[in-house]
């Protein structure tokens, strides 16, 4: 079983950068596909980004593609999302998740596939 835990959030103006980090510990970070999620106030929880654990083939939320950058040093046991041009849609608490399955790229966006979370790390957007 492996524990996650997030960390990097924060109070960030428009415009700014984050990196979210997601601390694995009790296994190796490579044995699993891994994800960022996100909920924002008042609404469901949405997928973010994933990297698959055998490839590592990342995955991105298609409205975020080119501000989100998903990643992973398996080395390190940690995985990252580099945020960059936040906006104020972007304020949401974000979840780190991971799962054993081998997932077909259609069901990484699934959170349903997830067997662990961490407690989440609170990003807010604001002037």
């Known amino acids: 079983q492996v524990q996650l835990q997030e960390s990097g959030g924060g109070l960030v103006q428009p415009g700014g950068s984050l990196r979210l980090s997601c601390a694995a510990s009790?296994?190796?970070?490579?044995?699993?596909?891994m994800a960022w999620f996100r909920q924002p106030p008042g609404k469901d929880r949405e997928f973010v980004a994933a990297v698959k654990r055998a490839s590592n083939m990342a995955s991105h939320r298609n409205s975020l593609k080119g501000r989100f950058t998903i990643s992973r040093d398996n080395a390190k046991n940690i995985l990252y999302l580099q945020m960059k041009s936040l906006e104020p849609d972007d304020t949401a608490v974000y979840y780190c998740a991971a799962t054993t399955r081998s997932l077909i790229t259609s069901s990484l966006s699934e959170d349903q596939y997830y067997d662990y979370w961490g407690q989440g790390a609170q990003v807010t957007v604001s002037s």
């Open positions: 009790g296994r190796i970070l490579r044995d699993y596909t």
